[in-house]
């Protein structure tokens, strides 16, 4: 699965924005996907996670509330809608497929999309 992320950009604090990531190569529908984040300095961390059906998602707790994963099985294409961002929020965010989860630890993950950088600005 080859996997592109885009709609990263910066945005001032208490904006939106709205992470795109197109799949190719394999059934979309096979894999569970997720997003992750990287700040300089820090570890890679859990953003959020969706079932292959997109029935299920999960939100680690710095962003429960203002974010939210959906999938689009038609479209081979995972979102990441980013509301109310913070300035902690800045990151380099990846996509991320997962043959038998949701994605939801790096230890799942089976393939990765290249990063999209995302800068809030206080």
């Known amino acids: 699965v080859q996997l592109q992320a885009s709609g990263g950009g910066l945005v001032q604090a208490g904006g939106s924005l709205r992470l795109s990531c197109a799949a190719s190569?394999?059934?979309?529908?096979?894999?569970?996907m997720g997003w992750f984040r990287q700040s300089p300095g820090k570890e890679r961390e859990f953003v959020a996670g969706?079932?292959?059906?997109?029935?299920?998602?999960y939100y680690s707790d710095s962003v429960k509330g203002r974010v939210t994963i959906s999938r689009d099985n038609a479209r081979s294409t995972v979102y990441l809608q980013m509301n109310s961002l913070k300035p902690e929020d800045t990151a380099v965010y990846y996509c991320?497929?997962?043959?038998?989860?949701?994605?939801?630890?790096?230890?799942?993950?089976?393939?990765w999309g290249k990063g999209t950088q995302v800068t809030v600005s206080s």
């Open positions: 190569g394999r059934a979309f529908s096979d894999y569970g």
């Open positions: 969706i079932s292959r059906s997109g029935g299920a998602t």
């Open positions: 991320a497929a997962d043959h038998f989860g949701s994605a939801l630890s790096e230890s799942g993950v089976h393939y």
